[in-house]
């Protein structure tokens, strides 16, 4: 079968691929390139050596937009996983409703990025506004929270729906066991739900750090970077190096920032999946 | 015991009722200042409902429609979904089934190759995917499913990769011994199987597809005209002048209305979907 279906890699691969060759191998070999070089068009691109990565190592918007990236994944990814696994705790114990919270919680996810930024927006500056304080845009701290609860309000109902399918394929032997043992409910938490649960908790901590690092369409849509990219994350603060600024250099230091960027969310990904796979148990 | 867990189920049953409230309420809010009269629309009354004085009726809808070009921009958001879609679902499905029936080196990389794009941010191709979009004239919204397919393979591959290892592999070689050619034997034996996850891998790139901002935006030739209902709203913000709220939020309910509607009908679909791309993921 295998020899039969060789012969038709024309049919199965090709169309996949020559998109794969356009939309990803090709540009990413040249942004690769492009990261050592001077350019506005890609046709005149002059070779610049190492200059733009020095330049993007010591810009401080771009460290800032690090720290500020760096901090926000951490606390949203906290604070995501944990509501959900409570949510996803609460649901499984066959209360009225579970079907309608279920839905409810999951549907801020249906919504894109853009329009969930503007929708937060004008919630978070009418509520600032009744309470005195300054908007969104003129005080960084709050477009830090704000940050934080959009993507908690989008991410909860995702992360939700990935911990009850992980708590539903327990086997109910394993909790019947604990309780006629004597195990408390707190027990069977720590010690049966929770160990069991570890390949869901491994995909959603990975899922909230990457997409945490990755945000970009609620940034753009909630501060804009605003004030004075004090709220610019990482993918923000790349695209207004390439898109908001006059002059030759400049797109070259955003590729370089860009590159810098990828290898960051690579290695985080990487590290991450290796950490949390060696504390799985085996079922 | 029984009486104290059913105390302790319906205090549980009213704190997630109150939280849903407040999960839902930021639609609703965008929903009953999108029939405000633009006038009454400030940031410290958003959360006052309309009165008779301040209420528009559906004024505001009117006039995304036939005057900010919303209906353009729903027509390309739609056109660029489907065909996307679609395209991924065969071809992806197709180069996925290569992959794990054919056990070579080349098979093998190509699969990595694939994982790799997954993890890859956006931001890395960005100047340059649009640039190579703009040579080849792919930047139309009848073309630009092109760039999809090549940008979002990663997670379709995956998926399906991931999926077919689970299929005998008998039943094909049944197929095929039986004198069914390769192209056959996908169509009318492994594509059948697969249903399930064509379902899910179909909702999830929907869900992304329809909500993408940052790609069309860049890929799009803009000079004709071309936008998607994600640029269409970040226009109304990002344009010089007054910013029309009345007209931006119904643009708003208008994108959030057809995903509610699609949701409520297969829901069940979508959860186990999801569930299933992150338990493969």
Known sequence: MEKALKKYWPFFVLPTFAAFVIGFIWPFLQGLYLSFCKFITIDRATFNGLKNYIFALTEPDFLHAFWFTALFTVVSTICINLAALAIALALTREIKGTNIFRSVFFMPNLIGGIVLGYIWQILFNCVLTLLGKPLLSLHAPYGFVGLVILMCWQQIGYMMIIYIAGLQSIPGDYLEAARIDGATERQILWKVKLPNLMPSITICTFLSLTNGFKLFDQNLALTGGDPAHKTEMLALNIYQTFYGRAGAQWKGYGQAKAVLFCILVLVISFCQLRATRSKEVQQ | ?281
Not at chain 2, 22 to 31: D, G, N
Not at chain 2, 120 to 125: E, K
Not at chain 2, 188 to 201: A, N, Q, R
Not at chain 2, 213 to 223: A, C, E, F, I, N
């Open chain 2, 1 to 281: 015991m029984n009486q104290n867990k059913t105390l302790k189920d319906n205090i549980t049953s009213i704190i997630l009722g109150v939280l849903s409230i407040a999960w839902i309420y930021p639609v609703f809010m965008i929903l009953f200042n999108s029939l405000k009269k633009e006038t009454a629309i400030s940031t410290g009354t958003a959360f006052q409902l309309p009165t008779s004085e301040t209420l528009a009726g559906l004024a505001n809808y009117v006039n995304a429609l036939t005057s900010k070009g919303f209906l353009t921009a729903f027509w390309y958001s739609l056109v660029i979904t489907l065909t996307s879609v679609v395209l991924i679902l065969i071809c992806c499905s197709m180069c996925a089934w290569f992959i794990t029936r054919v056990n070579t080196w080349y098979s093998k990389a190509l699969y990595y190759l694939f994982v790799f794009s997954m993890v890859v941010p956006f931001q890395m191709l960005m100047f340059t995917l649009s640039a190579t979009a703009d040579r080849l004239k792919l930047s139309s919204p009848y073309t630009i499913c092109i760039i999809y397919l090549g940008f979002g393979a990663g997670l379709a591959v995956f998926m399906f990769c991931g999926f077919m290892k689970s299929i005998p592999i008998e039943i094909e070689e049944a197929a095929m011994i039986d004198g069914c050619s390769p192209l056959r034997t996908f169509f009318m034996v492994v594509l059948p199987i697969l249903k399930p996850t064509l379902i899910s891998v179909g909702i999830l790139e929907t869900m992304w597809l329809w909500n993408d901002y940052l790609l069309p935006y860049l890929v799009l030739d803009r000079t004709k005209g071309y936008m998607t209902i994600p640029i269409l709203i970040q226009y109304f913000r990002g344009s010089f002048g007054k910013v029309e709220m009345g007209p931006m939020m119904a643009s708003i309910m208008m994108n959030i209305i057809p995903i509610i509607i699609v949701y409520l009908l297969c829901q069940k679909h979508i959860i186990k979907g999801v569930a299933a791309g992150a338990v493969k993921g």
